[in-house]
């Protein structure tokens, strides 16, 4: 059943829990204002990657991409390839949305990302399925407005910060934070070290095939962590 | 094709990424592998986009100019491992990028 207006508390516990990841996300959102900014793209179209793909990585790919004058056949399968991984979070948030009314599957399905994920699961895992619907769409939520607003603060006000603070590399130690955090659960700690080594070793494989090629790679020997176990 | 076309191309292939599972499994039973399989995509996604970033703002820097980012993670790897809170990269890794980009030789 989906009772959100019954579910008010669990609701902001769901924002409240989003709160500590957009610490990093919103510096992330910043440089993808400033990005589309300074690129040789319409400033809105640019924005508009915010609300159409939602996904900071891909978004980055393609204002870039579209900036360097890649062809758009090239810019779509890229911004598609990273986006490979929203296909294992959809069968990871189906077995919570099964049987749920189609307007809920297509409007939870749209605010599927990897922050939505990890505080969706949680609330999955500590309030049970009925009630983890509220809490996941109070972190995806806000999640969303932050993010549409951090692009278009950066978009606005970005281009005008000081080239010192580096922001361009809080996207990076964002991404080492979230794996490092993992690395006690044997199975993602193999995965995590498989998928790093790959990646380092395919820099050069163009269209970022070989974030592609290093996620499957770290997904495998995870998987084969867990049957030596 | 315009830029418009493209991101809207895209977006939309996105959106069905995201929807496509959730059509398809209230058919069809999910195999255990890819339960399991589901549960590793976003560490080793994380730890790949990772290594490529970093890899990515040292290219080109050399050596001496690599110092300061790779410093920067290593402090952030530290901070993570001691509070074991993945928001202390970017708390701790920030500051000592900007302290080693103002110490060390670029």
């Known amino acids: 059943?989906?009772?959100?207006?019954?579910?008010?508390?669990?609701?902001?516990?769901?924002?409240?829990?989003?709160?500590?990841?957009?610490?990093?996300?919103?510096?992330?959102?910043?440089?993808?204002?400033?990005?589309?900014?300074?690129?040789?793209?319409?400033?809105?179209?640019?924005?508009?990657?915010?609300?159409?793909?939602?996904?900071?990585?891909?978004?980055?790919?393609?204002?870039?991409?579209?900036?360097?004058?890649?062809?758009?056949?090239?810019?779509?399968?890229?911004?598609?390839?990273?986006?490979?991984?929203?296909?294992?979070?959809?069968?990871?948030?189906?077995?919570?949305?099964?049987?749920?009314?189609?307007?809920?599957?297509?409007?939870?399905?749209?605010?599927?990302?990897?922050?939505?994920?990890?505080?969706g699961l949680d609330g999955y895992r500590r309030l049970g399925r009925d009630r983890g619907h509220a809490h996941y769409l109070g972190g995806a939520v806000v999640l969303w407005v932050s993010w549409l607003a951090a692009i278009a603060a950066g978009a606005m006000v970005g281009a005008s910060l000081p080239g010192w603070l580096h922001l361009e590399f809080v996207i990076p130690l964002y991404l080492v934070g979230q794996a490092i955090a993992k690395l006690a659960n044997p199975a993602q700690r193999r995965a995590i070290l498989a998928a790093a080594t790959v990646a380092l070793l395919a820099l050069s494989v163009p269209l970022q095939l070989g974030?592609?090629?290093?996620?499957?790679?770290?997904?495998?020997?995870?998987?084969?962590?867990?049957?030596?176990? | 094709m315009s830029a418009w076309i493209v991101i809207m191309t895209a977006g939309l292939g996105s959106y069905l990424f995201r929807l496509s599972m959730i059509v398809l499994i209230s058919r069809i039973t999910m195999p255990p592998d890819l339960e399991r399989a589901s549960g590793l995509v976003a560490p080793a996604a994380f730890a790949a986009l990772a290594a490529a970033g970093v890899a990515a703002a040292c290219s080109g820097l050399g050596i001496t100019g690599a110092a300061a980012p790779l410093a920067a993670v290593a402090a952030a790897v530290i901070a993570v491992l001691r509070t074991g809170s993945p928001q202390a990269a970017i708390l701790v890794g920030m500051p000592a990028l900007w302290v080693a980009t103002a110490l060390l030789p670029s």
């Open chain 1, 1 to 119: 059943m989906i009772s959100l207006s019954a579910d008010r508390s669990d609701i902001a516990a769901g924002a409240r829990a989003m709160l500590p990841w957009l610490a990093g996300i919103v510096p992330f959102g910043l440089v993808i204002g400033v990005s589309a900014a300074q690129a040789d793209v319409p400033t809105l179209a640019g924005w508009l990657t915010g609300p159409l793909i939602y996904a900071g990585s891909s978004q980055l790919a393609t204002i870039g991409m579209l900036d360097g004058g890649a062809a758009p056949a090239v810019v779509v399968a890229s911004a598609l390839i990273i986006n490979i991984r929203l296909i294992f979070y959809s069968a990871t948030m189906a077995s919570y949305w099964r049987g749920t009314p189609r307007w809920w599957r297509l409007t939870a399905a749209y605010l599927i990302v990897d922050p939505s994920v990890a505080v």
């Open chain 1, 211 to 229: 974030v592609a090629l290093a996620i499957a790679a770290g997904v495998t020997a995870g998987l084969t962590a867990k049957v030596r176990r």
